[in-house]
């Protein structure tokens, strides 16, 4: 898909993220670049992660965010800055202008996790919350910071923003010099970017690829000039953007590679990996990268691979809830539905009978009512937890050696 480098005929040069570099220097961190040894033989590749999810925020967005704010003039840091955003862009913008002293007002949209909008307020920002996506946020937001003579600070498509973000790149080499392939999510665009015009600069033959949530094509529908339809809730949150960037889909256009698509179950996956084997806690989005290496592992191959944990903003709930359906897809935690007659002792058999093949109860529930089960017989639902998938087999296999009709609830 890209092209021979064309850096310097870009909206945004080497030289600009040099300079954002210097200008963001001791004030963001400079986080860890890290080789995954359990992700790397899993993968098949050589995997290194960038924990952009350590930063105060836990997102990368903080470097673009200082690098923009600290190139207003003084008239303009009076005035003060709005900002629209999912989330990531808010917290970067409210905590660096509380940091310099400039008036901040964020607009989210509607829907936006309570965690994101929760920690902006907590920068010291105006919280504006309107508009049924982010695209209807920015509107809201380009008329409210012109009625009020405010600045406004994009989330992706503006060259300060870009080099800033492109400074992880720059770490990323630092750190690691024989990475030959970054896999970057795309929201917008504006990391992936700063971190193609950085990287190739450095290292002209890397191969750079962008992912995308399956429900929010927008960039790979205009590189790719497909028309896949854009629609409904992902968990990656922070990349489900509409409309791409203008200046960001010029250099994505020139300067990446390839750009892939990665499911919801895929994303739920990485997410839950990225906990259960790194210990770190990342949000959809941040898990994308990851997502796409595990999809297609042929891709990335006998490679060294550079992957960015962009955020670490998710809901504890939804941890909870990623965890637990990954629990479910491993095997290790399922609901059984039972046929049994209805009389006194049978769940205790039936207990003592899972007992005996290992399994830990964790729920039961009885149902006489609503089910199509005879007048004299129950119906027992029982949520356990076994080893793994053939350790369930083993259960179900003695369920029905013992007389049981015993099926995988709702799959009957």
Known sequence: MSKPSKSRLLPVTPGDVAAAAEAIRGE???????ASRTLSE?????LWLKFE???FTSTFKERGALNRLKALSPDERRRGVIAMSAGNHAQGVAYHASRLGIPAAI???VGTPMVKVENTRRHGAETIVTGKTLEEAGDFARAHGAANGMVMIHPYDDPLII???????????????????LVIPIGGGGLISGIAVAAKAIRPDMRIVGVQAQLYPSMYNAIKREHLPMRGDTLAEGIAVKSPGKITTEIIRDLVDDIVLVTEDQIERALAMLIAIEKTVVEGAGAAGLA???AEPERFAGRNVGLVLT?????TRLIASVLTRELAREGRLTQIAIDIVDRPGQLAAVSALLAEA?????????????????AKGTLLEVVIETRDRAHLDEVMKRLGEAGYTAWLAGRR
């Not at 963001?28 to 890290?34: A, E, G, N, P, Y």
């Not at 529930?365 to 199509?372: E, K």
């Open 53 to 55: 999810n350590l930063q």
């Open 311 to 315: 955020g670490g903003n998710i809901d």
């Open 358 to 374: 290992g399994a830990n109860i964790i729920e039961v529930s009885h149902q006489r009512t609503f089910s199509d089960l005879p």
């Open 42 to 46: 899993i993968c098949g590749c050589r």
């Open 292 to 294: 796409a290496v595990l």
């Open 163 to 181: 080099a800033g973000q492109g400074t992880i790149a720059q770490e990323m080499l630092a750190a690691v010099p024989e990475l030959d392939t």
């Open 107 to 109: 607009v989210m949209p």
């Open 28 to 34: 963001v961190l400079v986080t860890k670049c890290d």
